[in-house]
Protein backbone atom coordinates (compact mmCIF):
# COMPACT_ATOMS: atom_id res chain seq x y z
CA UNK A 1 0.00 0.00 0.00
CA UNK A 2 1.21 3.48 -0.70
CA UNK A 3 1.57 5.91 1.97
CA UNK A 4 3.15 9.41 1.60
CA UNK A 5 4.44 10.43 4.45
CA UNK A 6 6.09 8.06 7.05
CA UNK A 7 4.83 8.16 10.60
CA UNK A 8 4.75 5.70 13.18
CA UNK A 9 2.28 5.19 16.00
CA UNK A 10 2.58 3.49 19.52
CA UNK A 11 0.12 2.22 21.44
CA UNK A 12 1.17 0.49 24.70
CA UNK A 13 3.63 -2.28 23.69
CA UNK A 14 2.35 -1.86 19.90
CA UNK A 15 3.87 0.14 16.79
CA UNK A 16 1.55 0.73 13.91
CA UNK A 17 3.53 1.73 10.35
CA UNK A 18 1.66 3.53 7.79
CA UNK A 19 -0.64 1.37 5.16
CA UNK A 20 -3.44 3.03 3.32
CA UNK A 21 -2.78 6.90 2.87
CA UNK A 22 -5.92 9.31 3.54
CA UNK A 23 -5.62 10.12 0.01
CA UNK A 24 -6.32 6.74 -0.99
CA UNK A 25 -9.12 6.29 1.17
CA UNK A 26 -11.33 9.04 -0.02
CA UNK A 27 -10.37 8.13 -3.67
CA UNK A 28 -11.80 4.45 -3.02
CA UNK A 29 -14.91 5.82 -0.74
CA UNK A 30 -15.95 8.57 -3.99
CA UNK A 31 -15.84 5.47 -5.93
CA UNK A 32 -17.73 3.48 -4.23
CA UNK A 33 -20.35 6.10 -3.68
CA UNK A 34 -20.47 6.76 -7.50
CA UNK A 35 -21.16 3.19 -7.50
CA UNK A 36 -24.06 3.27 -4.71
CA UNK A 37 -25.48 6.20 -6.67
CA UNK A 38 -25.92 5.07 -9.82
CA UNK A 39 -27.42 1.24 -8.27
CA UNK A 40 -29.94 2.87 -6.05
CA UNK A 41 -31.09 6.06 -8.56
CA UNK A 42 -34.11 4.97 -8.23
CA UNK A 43 -34.58 4.05 -4.51
CA UNK A 44 -34.16 5.74 -1.07
CA UNK A 45 -32.49 3.39 0.92
CA UNK A 46 -31.63 3.46 4.83
CA UNK A 47 -28.24 3.15 5.54
CA UNK A 48 -27.27 0.79 8.90
CA UNK A 49 -24.17 1.87 10.63
CA UNK A 50 -22.35 -0.64 12.64
CA UNK A 51 -21.24 0.96 15.47
CA UNK A 52 -18.28 1.81 16.52
CA UNK A 53 -16.01 1.34 14.26
CA UNK A 54 -18.13 2.39 10.80
CA UNK A 55 -18.63 5.43 12.14
CA UNK A 56 -15.80 7.51 10.34
CA UNK A 57 -16.36 5.52 7.25
CA UNK A 58 -19.76 5.60 7.22
CA UNK A 59 -19.87 9.72 7.16
CA UNK A 60 -17.08 9.96 4.39
CA UNK A 61 -19.38 7.60 2.06
CA UNK A 62 -23.11 9.24 3.13
CA UNK A 63 -21.06 12.92 1.77
CA UNK A 64 -20.40 11.60 -1.18
CA UNK A 65 -23.81 10.17 -1.93
CA UNK A 66 -26.14 12.32 -4.15
CA UNK A 67 -29.29 10.17 -3.89
CA UNK A 68 -31.87 10.23 -1.03
CA UNK A 69 -31.19 8.13 1.89
CA UNK A 70 -31.62 8.12 5.53
CA UNK A 71 -29.34 6.74 8.19
CA UNK A 72 -29.51 4.94 11.28
CA UNK A 73 -26.80 3.54 13.94
CA UNK A 74 -26.87 -0.11 15.49
CA UNK A 75 -24.20 -1.88 17.92
CA UNK A 76 -23.57 -5.53 18.60
CA UNK A 77 -23.90 -5.72 21.82
CA UNK A 78 -19.91 -7.01 23.12
CA UNK A 79 -21.43 -9.87 25.83
CA UNK A 80 -22.86 -13.14 24.50
CA UNK A 81 -26.15 -14.57 26.06
CA UNK A 82 -26.70 -18.12 25.83
CA UNK A 83 -30.19 -19.80 24.34
CA UNK A 84 -30.41 -23.28 23.53
CA UNK A 85 -30.39 -22.21 19.72
CA UNK A 86 -26.12 -21.13 20.76
CA UNK A 87 -24.44 -18.23 21.28
CA UNK A 88 -26.41 -14.74 20.25
CA UNK A 89 -25.12 -11.58 19.98
CA UNK A 90 -28.33 -9.07 20.21
CA UNK A 91 -28.46 -6.24 17.71
CA UNK A 92 -29.10 -2.81 19.90
CA UNK A 93 -30.27 0.67 18.74
CA UNK A 94 -32.68 -0.20 15.72
CA UNK A 95 -35.66 1.79 16.58
CA UNK A 96 -36.86 1.85 12.81
CA UNK A 97 -38.78 -0.21 10.71
CA UNK A 98 -37.00 -2.56 8.21
CA UNK A 99 -39.61 -4.43 6.87
CA UNK A 100 -40.00 -3.69 2.77
CA UNK A 101 -36.63 -1.15 3.14
CA UNK A 102 -33.83 -1.23 1.06
CA UNK A 103 -30.97 -1.79 3.75
CA UNK A 104 -27.03 -0.70 2.95
CA UNK A 105 -25.00 -2.40 5.80
CA UNK A 106 -21.86 -0.41 6.56
CA UNK A 107 -18.67 -2.00 8.08
CA UNK A 108 -15.02 -0.41 8.60
CA UNK A 109 -13.96 -4.02 8.57
CA UNK A 110 -15.11 -7.65 7.49
CA UNK A 111 -12.76 -10.26 8.94
CA UNK A 112 -13.48 -13.47 9.84
CA UNK A 113 -16.98 -11.75 8.85
CA UNK A 114 -18.78 -13.15 12.12
CA UNK A 115 -20.19 -9.84 13.10
CA UNK A 116 -21.88 -9.16 9.55
CA UNK A 117 -23.47 -12.34 9.18
CA UNK A 118 -25.18 -11.81 12.68
CA UNK A 119 -26.21 -8.68 11.97
CA UNK A 120 -27.38 -9.40 8.27
CA UNK A 121 -29.18 -12.84 9.96
CA UNK A 122 -30.90 -10.82 12.39
CA UNK A 123 -32.10 -7.54 10.14
CA UNK A 124 -33.08 -10.45 7.47
CA UNK A 125 -35.60 -11.60 9.85
CA UNK A 126 -37.70 -8.18 9.68
CA UNK A 127 -38.06 -9.18 6.34
CA UNK A 128 -36.18 -5.97 4.53
CA UNK A 129 -36.45 -6.00 0.62
CA UNK A 130 -32.78 -5.87 0.04
CA UNK A 131 -29.98 -5.88 2.01
CA UNK A 132 -25.86 -4.77 0.52
CA UNK A 133 -22.96 -4.72 2.77
CA UNK A 134 -20.30 -2.08 2.35
CA UNK A 135 -17.32 -2.87 4.14
CA UNK A 136 -14.13 0.29 3.64
CA UNK A 137 -11.95 -3.42 4.03
CA UNK A 138 -12.00 -7.04 3.63
CA UNK A 139 -9.47 -9.81 5.13
CA UNK A 140 -10.52 -12.50 2.43
CA UNK A 141 -8.44 -15.22 3.92
CA UNK A 142 -9.68 -14.65 7.88
CA UNK A 143 -12.83 -15.47 6.72
CA UNK A 144 -14.76 -17.96 8.37
CA UNK A 145 -18.26 -17.76 6.86
CA UNK A 146 -19.27 -17.38 3.15
CA UNK A 147 -20.78 -13.78 2.64
CA UNK A 148 -21.82 -11.85 -0.56
CA UNK A 149 -20.10 -8.27 -0.08
CA UNK A 150 -21.54 -6.13 -2.60
CA UNK A 151 -19.08 -2.82 -2.11
CA UNK A 152 -15.89 -3.36 -1.06
CA UNK A 153 -12.88 -0.47 -0.60
CA UNK A 154 -9.73 -2.61 -0.09
CA UNK A 155 -8.87 -6.49 0.21
CA UNK A 156 -5.93 -6.63 2.71
CA UNK A 157 -4.23 -9.21 3.81
CA UNK A 158 -4.92 -10.58 7.29
CA UNK A 159 -3.31 -8.48 9.28
CA UNK A 160 -4.12 -5.90 12.44
CA UNK A 161 -4.98 -2.92 11.39
CA UNK A 162 -5.58 0.80 12.90
CA UNK A 163 -7.00 3.87 12.23
CA UNK A 164 -10.05 5.87 10.31
CA UNK A 165 -12.49 3.93 13.13
CA UNK A 166 -10.33 0.72 13.84
CA UNK A 167 -8.74 0.99 17.65
CA UNK A 168 -6.47 -1.03 19.30
CA UNK A 169 -8.12 -1.63 23.01
CA UNK A 170 -10.04 1.54 22.43
CA UNK A 171 -7.60 3.96 20.90
CA UNK A 172 -6.22 5.01 17.35
CA UNK A 173 -9.32 5.28 15.89
CA UNK A 174 -9.18 8.97 14.92
CA UNK A 175 -6.12 8.63 12.20
CA UNK A 176 -6.95 9.86 9.03
CA UNK A 177 -4.49 6.83 7.71
CA UNK A 178 -4.67 3.13 7.85
CA UNK A 179 -1.69 2.00 9.97
CA UNK A 180 -0.95 -1.59 10.57
CA UNK A 181 0.91 -3.10 13.26
CA UNK A 182 4.83 -3.40 12.57
CA UNK A 183 6.12 -7.34 12.31
O1 LIG B 1 -15.47 -9.93 10.87
P1 LIG B 1 -15.24 -9.94 12.36
O2 LIG B 1 -14.14 -10.89 12.75
O3 LIG B 1 -16.49 -10.20 13.13
O4 LIG B 1 -14.65 -8.53 12.79
C1 LIG B 1 -15.16 -7.31 12.31
C2 LIG B 1 -15.80 -6.50 13.39
O5 LIG B 1 -14.85 -6.25 14.43
C3 LIG B 1 -14.79 -4.85 14.69
O6 LIG B 1 -15.77 -4.45 15.61
P2 LIG B 1 -15.64 -4.69 17.18
O7 LIG B 1 -16.57 -5.79 17.57
O8 LIG B 1 -14.20 -4.84 17.56
O9 LIG B 1 -16.23 -3.37 17.82
P3 LIG B 1 -16.05 -1.84 17.38
O10 LIG B 1 -16.71 -1.68 16.05
O11 LIG B 1 -16.77 -1.09 18.44
O12 LIG B 1 -14.58 -1.54 17.32
C4 LIG B 1 -15.15 -4.22 13.36
O13 LIG B 1 -15.65 -2.91 13.52
C5 LIG B 1 -16.21 -5.14 12.82
O14 LIG B 1 -17.48 -4.78 13.31
N1 LIG C 1 -8.74 -2.60 14.87
C1 LIG C 1 -9.11 -3.74 14.28
N2 LIG C 1 -10.27 -4.30 14.60
C2 LIG C 1 -10.59 -5.44 13.95
N3 LIG C 1 -11.68 -6.22 14.08
C3 LIG C 1 -11.54 -7.25 13.25
N4 LIG C 1 -10.38 -7.16 12.57
C4 LIG C 1 -9.77 -6.04 13.00
C5 LIG C 1 -8.53 -5.41 12.68
O1 LIG C 1 -7.71 -5.85 11.85
N5 LIG C 1 -8.27 -4.26 13.36
MG1 LIG D 1 -17.41 -3.01 14.58
Redesign the pocket.
Known amino acids: MIFPDANMLAINDKRFVPFIAAEAIQTRIQELADQINQEYADRKPLIVVVLN?AFIFAADLMKNLTIPCEVTFIRVASYTATESTGQLRQILGLSETITGRDLIVIED?V?TGLTICEVCDQLRSQQPASIAIATLLFKPTALKKSIDLHYVGFEIENR???GYG???DGIGRNTKDIMVLEE
Do not use: H, R, S
Open positions: GIDFVLLDY
